[in-house]
């Protein structure tokens, strides 16, 4: 099927979803668009026992669509950029001690405090997997996502305290995520043998630091040039061109683009910078131009991970291990939390924090997309793609959902 008439149908879908949560359902809109695709797709998993060649239309188009490559190239440099930009910079750098520990420390300590259990939770139901992919869910599976967490995060009432550093943490350490990821997921291809700690190191450095520094060289440049003149509609231009075209070429220079737009973001939605660089007019202009590109592209994206129901695979053990993972993942990220935060005295005073942490740390399509881009030919591909869709929906439909009445519960307690 021919690009255009893919995204034409994801844009539709999304439009009448998003029509029907605002006019009968009133969820907040990523849960809301997700869950109603996510009925649909089973509603047509249903139907494969009545109209079977409607499914198998339903499932090759769903096949057509790379969702690795739709999210990780296409769709998360402006995600990131447009949640970088609106986030409160001066609330992240007086959390920036918490916010680093959790992206940086807390991602790597997760990725084999999961891997392991996970490794072990497959071998006692029979799912023999080696430690590597369990490893690598390990990674996939600890970030928080920016998209969904941004989504849900301003409308639950959290203490802002709590919200800024889920925020922050959420938008740096998706791009550590994703790095831990990629280097264990060469260490995979290459075998173990045949990679060096020198190696890993200088990946990990040559992505992580690169991208940030990457990121404020790009958000300089637009600083200056939207600086230089005053014209909103070619201001806004500027800002769409260095987004996608900085992310490009992080790709090529093997930065880490999502860190490279969450600087650049940040850099930019400072509001000293940001007031110096544009006037009223186009600082209106630009925000709310990435504000609509947000909203289009979270809602494309949710819908997309209700429909991917369709090409999973289902075994009984494969339930049984999403169930069990999802426990494994929450309990991890308390863990990890709890012992965190006792290295920060800003905390102490904070009643009931690793709980809010932890159920607020939401994972999203970034997980999925990572686990789909998993080498089609490894054996353990199906079974680490469908535990991962099982946290994320637990993660966004369970734990958003609750995540208000979990506050109001807790404050009024």
């Given at each position: 099927?021919?690009?255009?008439?893919?995204?034409?149908?994801?844009?539709?879908?999304?439009?009448?979803?998003?029509?029907?949560?605002?006019?009968?359902?009133?969820?907040?809109?990523?849960?809301?668009?997700?869950?109603?695709?996510?009925?649909?797709?089973?509603?047509?998993?249903?139907?494969?026992?009545?109209?079977?060649?409607?499914?198998?239309?339903?499932?090759?188009?769903?096949?057509?669509?790379?969702?690795?490559?739709?999210?990780?190239?296409?769709?998360?440099?402006?995600?990131?950029?447009?949640?970088?930009?609106?986030?409160?910079?001066?609330?992240?750098?007086?959390?920036?001690?918490?916010?680093?520990?959790?992206?940086?420390?807390?991602?790597?300590?997760?990725?084999?405090?999961?891997?392991?259990?996970?490794?072990?939770?497959?071998?006692?139901?029979?799912?023999?997997?080696?430690?590597?992919?369990?490893?690598?869910?390990?990674?996939?599976?600890?970030?928080?996502?920016?998209?969904?967490?941004?989504?849900?995060?301003?409308?639950?009432?959290?203490?802002?305290?709590?919200?800024?550093?889920?925020?922050?943490?959420?938008?740096?350490?998706?791009?550590?995520?994703?790095?831990?990821?990629?280097?264990?997921?060469?260490?995979?291809?290459?075998?173990?043998?045949?990679?060096?700690?020198?190696?890993?190191?200088?990946?990990?450095?040559?992505?992580?630091?690169?991208?940030?520094?990457?990121?404020?060289?790009?958000?300089?440049?637009?600083?200056?040039?939207?600086?230089?003149?005053?014209?909103?509609?070619?201001?806004?231009?500027?800002?769409?061109?260095?987004?996608?075209?900085?992310?490009?070429?992080?790709?090529?220079?093997?930065?880490?683009?999502?860190?490279?737009?969450?600087?650049?973001?940040?850099?930019?939605?400072?509001?000293?910078?940001?007031?110096?660089?544009?006037?009223?007019?186009?600082?209106?202009?630009?925000?709310?131009?990435?504000?609509?590109?947000?909203?289009?592209?979270?809602?494309?994206?949710?819908?997309?991970?209700?429909?991917?129901?369709?090409?999973?695979?289902f075994h009984t053990n494969y339930f049984i291990a999403g169930a069990a993972a999802i426990v494994i993942v929450l309990l991890s990220r308390y863990l990890i939390?709890?012992?965190?935060?006792?290295?920060?005295?800003?905390?102490?005073?904070?009643?009931?924090?690793?709980?809010?942490?932890?159920?607020?740390?939401?994972?999203?399509?970034?997980?999925?997309?990572?686990?789909?881009?998993?080498?089609?030919e490894w054996e353990a591909k199906p079974y680490i793609v469908f535990i991962t869709y099982c946290v994320v929906l637990f993660s966004i439909i369970v734990q958003?959902?609750?995540?208000?009445?979990?506050?109001?519960?807790?404050?009024?307690?």
């Open positions: 099927m021919e690009l255009f008439k893919i995204l034409t149908m994801l844009v539709v879908i999304s439009a009448i979803f998003g029509y029907i949560n605002v006019r009968f359902l009133k969820l907040p809109t990523t849960i809301g668009l997700m869950i109603m695709a996510l009925v649909f797709s089973l509603i047509m998993i249903l139907l494969q026992f009545i109209y079977p060649d409607l499914v198998h239309y339903a499932r090759d188009i769903m096949a057509e669509i790379d969702f690795t490559t739709v999210l990780m190239d296409v769709m998360l440099s402006f995600l990131l950029f447009a949640g970088a930009l609106h986030t409160n910079v001066g609330m992240i750098k007086q959390e920036k001690g918490t916010i680093g520990m959790f992206a940086l420390v807390g991602v790597f300590i997760s990725t084999f405090l999961i891997g392991g259990a996970f490794y072990y939770l497959s071998m006692a139901l029979g799912l023999d997997t080696d430690l590597v992919y369990c490893l690598l869910f390990g990674a996939l599976i600890s970030p928080t996502d920016p998209i969904a967490v941004l989504g849900i995060m301003t409308k639950a009432n959290v203490p802002k305290k709590i919200e800024i550093n889920i925020v922050g943490e959420s938008l740096f350490n998706d791009g550590v995520g994703v790095v831990i990821f990629f280097t264990i997921l060469e260490i995979a291809r290459l075998g173990v043998d045949n990679v060096t700690v020198m190696d890993v190191a200088t990946l990990f450095v040559q992505e992580a630091i690169g991208g940030i520094l990457f990121g404020l060289g790009l958000g300089f440049l637009m600083f200056k040039l939207l600086k230089s003149i005053d014209d909103y509609e070619v201001e806004v231009m500027i800002t769409l061109a260095l987004v996608m075209g900085g992310y490009f070429l992080a790709q090529q220079l093997h930065t880490s683009g999502p860190l490279a737009m969450v600087v650049a973001g940040l850099f930019m939605g400072s509001s000293g910078l940001k007031q110096d660089a544009m006037s009223e007019t186009t600082e209106l202009y630009v925000d709310k131009f990435w504000e609509l590109v947000d909203v289009l592209m979270n809602a494309v994206l949710f819908v997309l991970i209700g429909l991917e129901i369709l090409i999973l695979e939390i709890s012992v965190l935060l006792k290295f920060s005295k800003n905390w102490v005073s904070v009643d009931k924090a690793p709980l809010l942490l932890t159920w607020g740390g939401l994972r999203g399509g970034l997980s999925i997309a990572m686990a789909l881009s998993l080498p089609a958003g959902l609750t995540l208000e009445k979990l506050v109001k519960r807790i404050y009024k307690a």
